[in-house]
């Protein structure tokens, strides 16, 4: 098998095909001879901010010394971005030998079903001394929740992927809360009052211990400078790398979760945190491309997450120009509520399960927002940049497809321009 074979088999599986059971991924995994039981991990579920968290936490792993791997999704430009070890995409000559072991053991999988094996098996492989999972929905049927994790993580919970999860947020809560494990660790973000509530009661059902942020521990800024506070560690001068007011929740998580690894005997410096958070890196996520007029490229899929944008970018001088698609199952209406700028300019996405742009313009007119419709995603950076101006700002928002466009788009122009 080529690597380009192992790629089109990879998305022959259908990217969006989503079958609820963990029956599946189980019996792949026990034909590969369990690789996930050579490694312990830490899966990381929520509605927003698990890839963030992964990327901190990898960081400082890392910087203490640790063979980290890292399970996320989805990829801007290459599958192999879903499986790191340590800063390391998984090498694509590896990539058609896992394609063809997962294949052989003839388990009918889903798309995300056959990277999560792909996953464990390269990691066990490599001999990680721990792995970072990222939960791709919910967490009740998600593959990652086939292994067995030492802690788990939620992040945040709000209204996404209803179609799945259900339409109310205790529902998502109940669905997320099946990533904890009975007696082991839990970290909490910030979340809706009956969603806590929700995951407090099936933590109490299985013996979980529940770590709970701005109750247990919290990430303050203190004279221009964020302060964490937790249980056993109190640690001041802490610089992100990730930019983004909301990245200092998903520092809390990542702090509070290293914490509890360091009381399990992981060897984790006050150092190693210092400086793993300030060389963290998650591309696609606001990402400052220094240009005239400047432009922020976000992943922001929902209406938290451009929430959160928005807020991050209210400093912002010069006209704010936003250069916008999502996918059709997403709460379009929602995330146009929360956009705050001068213009919105529409674009294709080349996906299929891509919304008319047409129906996106409209969407946004109803906000009260001035929106345009482009043809192109050529077209509607050009109409951003003449509408923005050499002092106004360019954001990029509303899926991780339109996330990967613009920067493939940016690099193009700047091969051309050298």
């Not at 998600?142 to 802690?151: G, V």
């Not at 008319?356 to 906000?367: L, P």
Request: proline share 4%; aromatic share 6%; hydrophobic share 45%.
């Amino acid at each position: 098998m080529t690597y380009q074979e192992a790629v089109d088999y990879l998305f022959s599986l259908g990217e969006a095909c989503i079958k609820p059971g963990l029956s599946r991924i189980t019996e792949a995994l026990t034909k590969l001879g369990e690789p996930q039981k050579g490694f312990p991990q830490v899966v990381i579920g929520g509605t927003n901010g698990k890839g963030s968290v992964i990327a901190m936490m990898g960081s400082v792993l890392s910087n203490a010394g640790y063979r980290i791997g890292r399970f996320t999704s989805p990829h801007l430009f290459r599958y192999e971005e879903r499986i790191r070890v340590g800063g390391d995409d998984l090498p694509a000559r590896l990539l058609p030998g896992l394609v063809e072991d997962v294949r052989k053991t003839g388990v009918p999988l889903t798309y995300f079903e056959f990277a999560a094996a792909c996953a464990l098996l390269h990691f066990s492989r490599m001999e990680v001394d721990l792995s970072l999972l990222e939960v791709g929905l919910g967490g009740r049927w998600d593959a990652t929740n086939a292994t067995c994790p030492i802690l788990s993580v939620i992040t945040s919970i709000s209204r996404d992927h209803m179609e799945w999860l259900g339409d109310s947020i205790e529902q998502i809560a109940w669905e997320k809360a099946f990533i904890m494990r009975e007696a082991a660790p839990v970290v909490l973000g910030s979340m809706p009052t009956d969603a806590m509530e929700v995951i407090l009661k099936e933590a109490s059902g299985i013996g979980a211990h529940p770590k709970i942020y701005k109750r247990d521990f919290s990430l303050v800024t203190v004279d221009s400078v964020l302060s964490y506070s937790g249980p056993d560690w109190k640690i001041d001068g802490i610089a992100l790398g990730l930019e983004g007011e909301f990245q200092v929740l998903n520092a809390a998580c990542a702090i509070a979760a290293l914490e509890e690894l360091a009381g399990a005997g992981y060897d984790i410096g006050r150092e190693n945190v210092l400086d793993g958070l300030a060389e963290a890196r998650w591309p696609g996520r606001l990402e400052r491309i220094p240009a005239k007029p400047g432009i922020i490229v976000d992943s922001a899929h929902n209406q938290d997450a451009v929430r959160a944008l928005s807020e991050s970018l209210k400093e912002s001088k010069g006209p704010r120009v936003w250069l916008f698609s999502a996918l059709k199952d997403k709460d379009i209406a929602g995330m146009a509520g929360q956009v705050v700028g001068d213009m919105i300019c529409i674009v294709p996405l080349e996906h299929p399960r891509s919304a008319d742009v047409e129906m996106i313009r409209d969407i946004f007119e109803k906000s009260g927002t001035k929106a345009v419709a482009s043809v192109s995603l050529e077209e509607g950076l050009a109409r951003a940049r003449a509408e923005a101006g050499k002092e106004g700002t360019i954001v990029v928002a509303g899926s991780v497809y339109l996330a990967a466009a613009v920067l493939a788009e940016l690099s193009r122009e700047a091969g051309e321009g050298s």
